[in-house]
């Protein structure tokens, strides 16, 4: 596609259900990239993958959180059991060149836990 | 300290004036330098990437590097109210590693008519 499309736009999970979050990359693209953005701050790193192979997950915040890219194109984030403190903006961002020349950003995921 | 510093204004500037933006950074052997613009309620954009020492003008925006003092500035000259909106600085956390990126909390610009 033209840009990298996410979904859904929003999210509003009661605490405790799981959740799936989803991204297209733009087509072609070989790094994937996860970043989560809290209200006010920047976007804080999540997770990379180059193809399919996921080369960093240092940033998962808990083993609550799960990504795959099962055939090197879209991506799953998903969220075990949510808890409140996991509301933010869920960024996917791709890039072809390892993130060499920066990255193009998706609309985000908004996810509320309530 | 945190690696990438930026004060988190609000910035206000008259329409037609120079915004000058500026970002620090903990790691001395970063490489790279990007300046992203976040419009309220949007995703990252990005607008200029730096990777030398010295002055990249892009149209009404220049990028300013000094990696000796380990800052990065964003200039935007004849700002419109169209500029309003967070401008986030990112560096690679190690040298040679583009595969994330650690980005500073931004700094909120106001263009004022």
């Known amino acids: 596609g033209a840009g990298v499309s996410q979904s859904p736009r929003y999210k509003v999970a009661k605490r405790g259900q799981d959740v799936a979050l989803r991204c297209d990359p733009i087509?072609?693209?070989?790094?994937l990239f996860w970043y989560q953005q809290a209200l006010g701050q920047g976007p804080e790193f999540l997770t990379y993958?180059?193809?399919?192979?996921?080369?960093?997950k240092s940033g998962l915040p808990s083993d609550r959180f799960f990504a795959e890219r099962p055939e090197g194109s879209v991506s799953t984030l998903k969220i075990q059991r949510t808890q409140q403190e996991d509301s933010a903006v869920y960024l996917c961002?791709?890039?072809?060149?390892?993130?060499?020349?920066?990255?193009?950003f998706g609309s985000g995921t908004r996810l509320t836990v309530v | 300290q945190k690696e990438v510093e930026q004060n988190s204004g609000p910035l206000s500037v008259p329409e037609g004036a120079i915004a000058s933006l500026n970002c620090t950074y903990s790691d001395r052997v970063s490489q790279s330098f990007f300046w992203y613009r976040q419009y309220s309620g949007k995703s990252p954009e990005l607008i200029m990437s730096?990777?030398?020492?010295g002055d990249k003008e892009d149209g009404r925006f220049t990028a300013q590097l000094n990696k000796a003092s380990q800052y990065v500035s964003l200039l935007i000259r004849d700002s419109q109210p169209s500029d309003s909106a967070t401008y986030l600085c990112?560096?690679?956390?190690?040298?040679?590693?583009?595969?994330?990126?650690?980005f500073g909390a931004g700094t909120r610009l106001a263009v004022h008519p």
């Open positions: 990112a560096v690679p956390p190690f040298s040679g590693g583009y595969n994330k990126l650690i």
């Open positions: 961002a791709s890039s072809s060149t390892g993130g060499a020349g920066g990255y193009t």
């Open positions: 993958f180059q193809n399919e192979a996921q080369l960093d």
């Open positions: 730096i990777y030398s020492n």
């Open positions: 087509s072609g693209h070989v790094s």
